[in-house]
């Protein structure tokens, strides 16, 4: 399956932005240096056009989208949405800040999105619009029916998109069924540091693992918690928080953690679903790592603090 888009993606990564560019782009001496680099990438053109990187990035991500789109539409269209339906829920939180919020004007929106913005504010607004993706009306439907006011929307579509996320992933692959279940393992543990009520069904941990897993107690880890812990290696990162509390820490080194595994599934199987989906965060994580490099040669943030941010893109 997907052996043309695997056959692509191995043309494309000979000049993807890479290890190599990222150490160069850190260790430049000033902002102008640094995005020269650019040109040494597969981020060349649109860097060619526009000097802002926020548009070059934005171009590049539209790219991503027509390419993914183009070579699994014909095999795994559910592959697609599952990769870029979550823009699709940042225009939903957007559109019904937009409905809830007396004070709130958009003033941005994004493009990469698979249903137009104009398209999901229109359902917001008048519940015979519906939307042409059916998983984002399921999102759509279940944060309407459970938001009462502004400040529930955050949490609500986060639990409405981790819910559909799942059915999505059970069509597009194995890889993405392990993505989703992890990141509702995630969304469960934060909820649970934070004292929260929330708990998203459809991840690999019960809510009794999870508390395991915060407690750390000697014996209390059940062998399932236990096999679980050691395929994963979370045990580290629970243990880092419990030292030091800082939950800003916790999400990133999360982030980081998720990331990894995705890499490393397709070093593992290196073809199809495993490539597509590899190549998609990879990309991903490179534009976060670029926006926090420039962010840092203009706030004269240091090297270990920026290398302690960055995400894995290899």
Not at 28 to 41: G, N
Not at 125 to 133: I, L
Not at 214 to 224: R, T, V
Request: with cysteine; glycine share 2%.
């Amino acid at each position: 399956m997907l052996e043309y888009a695997t056959g692509l993606i191995n043309v494309l990564e000979k000049n993807i932005f890479d290890l190599q560019d990222q150490e160069r782009m850190i260790n430049a001496p000033d902002r102008e240096t640094a995005f020269k680099i650019l040109f040494d990438t597969d981020l060349a053109e649109s860097s060619v056009e526009e000097k802002s990187i926020e548009k070059i990035l934005e171009k590049d991500l539209l790219s991503l989208k027509e390419f993914i789109h183009e070579t699994v539409r014909n095999e795994r269209e559910e592959l697609f949405w599952f990769l870029f339906l979550k823009f699709d829920v940042l225009n939903l939180k957007i559109a019904l800040k937009e409905k809830f919020s007396d004070d709130f004007q958009a003033d941005f929106s994004f493009s990469c999105s698979v249903v137009p913005f104009s398209e999901i504010q229109k359902r917001v607004t008048d519940a015979k619009n519906k939307v042409s993706n059916e998983y984002l009306e399921l999102i759509i439907e279940e944060a309407l029916e459970n938001i009462d006011k502004a400040s529930e929307i955050e949490e609500v579509v986060d639990m409405a998109f981790l819910k559909t996320r799942v059915k999505i992933a059970k069509k597009a692959g194995e890889l993405p069924l392990q993505i989703a279940k992890l990141e509702i393992d995630i969304a469960n543990l934060k909820n649970l540091i934070k004292e929260k009520d929330q708990f998203v069904e459809g991840g690999n941990l019960s809510r009794d693992d999870l508390r395991k897993l915060l407690d750390l107690e000697e014996g209390a880890i059940s062998k399932g918690l236990e096999k679980f812990l050691e395929a994963y290696n979370l045990f580290l990162i629970i243990k880092e928080f419990r030292n030091d509390n800082l939950e800003a820490r916790l999400e990133k080194n999360l982030e980081k953690f998720l990331s990894k595994e995705i890499l490393q599934k397709e070093r593992d199987r290196g073809t199809g679903t495993d490539k597509v989906v590899s190549y998609f965060y990879r990309k991903i994580n490179a534009h976060s790592n670029i926006r926090l490099i420039f962010f840092a040669k203009e706030s004269n943030l240091s090297i270990k603090e920026l290398k302690n941010n960055i995400l894995p893109i290899s």
